[in-house]
């Protein structure tokens, strides 16, 4: 064998390992474990309400977060192969579903760790178990601005993301607030909060709008290449963001 072959056969190689794999059955399979653990944790800790509507959107929402954390998976796994898939868009948004996801599942799971270790805590321990998930919640709020201001992406997508890492902010904040000097002290009918729950309320509406016209773009103008972990992770931002309009129409039909 000569060299040039020797270097086509490295080339081809080197190709191969930074493409991304077909999707498997064993990956469908993955998720699918994954949520039947996550529906009977949420059954068991009675976190799955008992009217059928709010256990479809549970269902859909657990199923969700699901996604998310298989996609955390996978990338973790073909990187400690040494497997440089490139990230596109939709790799990022899958991801900060898992990361997203793991906010209430972690929270559930030290919540009951705390209370097994320490059913009577002291101040400290009382607080911490009363707001883990404040602290957790930083954590992926933060890791939506990496992706903003960080990741190999294009802005445009960049923007995608945008309108959720602002909301989820502006309500981390309040919450914040509410924690350390409480509700009677929280400006709830000032002008300042007011206009801020407008623009807020604009600004999560362009949400929904952004996860479906950019894609098209990117898919139909921009005419870029996309693989089936991106397209993935477009669905799963889009029931991400659309849950709390769910939430809200459900809430409103249960109470007709």
């Known amino acids: 064998m000569n060299s040039e072959d020797q270097d086509e056969?490295?080339?081809a190689a080197a190709t191969e390992t930074n493409r991304?794999?077909?999707f498997t059955l064993m990956m469908l399979l993955a998720w699918v474990a994954i949520c039947a653990v996550l529906f009977e944790f949420w059954r068991q800790t009675g976190l799955m309400g008992r009217e059928v509507l709010w256990q479809?959107?549970?269902g859909m929402q657990l199923a969700t977060w699901s996604a998310g954390l298989s996609g955390l998976g996978l990338r973790a796994w073909w990187w400690q192969q040494g497997r440089r898939i490139p990230w596109q868009p939709g790799h990022w948004l899958l991801c900060l579903v898992g990361f997203v996801g793991l906010v209430p599942i972690l929270t559930k799971l030290l919540q009951l760790f705390f209370w097994q270790v320490d059913p009577l805590?002291?101040?400290t321990g009382l607080w911490l178990q009363e707001n883990v998930r404040l602290i957790l919640s930083?954590?992926?709020i933060l890791a939506m601005w990496g992706v903003v201001w960080f990741a190999s992406l294009p802005r445009v997508w960049a923007i995608v993301v945008l309108p959720e890492a602002i909301t989820r902010s502006f309500s981390l904040?309040?919450?914040i607030y509410v924690v350390f000097n409480?509700?009677?002290q929280f400006p709830f009918g000032s002008d300042v909060?007011?206009?801020l729950t407008w623009i807020l309320g604009v600004i999560a509406l362009a949400g929904p709008l952004l996860i479906l016209i950019v894609p098209l773009w990117d898919a139909f103008i921009s005419k870029q290449e996309r693989d089936w972990m991106h397209w993935t992770g477009v669905a799963a931002w889009g029931l991400l963001i659309l849950q709390p309009y769910l939430m809200t129409i459900v809430w409103l039909t249960s109470r007709q």
């Open 121 to 123: 805590p002291a101040s």
């Open 9 to 11: 056969q490295t080339t």
């Open 20 to 22: 991304i794999p077909p």
């Open 182 to 184: 409480g509700t009677s």
């Open 173 to 175: 904040g309040m919450q």
């Open 56 to 58: 479809s959107l549970m």
């Open 193 to 195: 909060t007011m206009a």
């Open 138 to 140: 930083v954590a992926s």
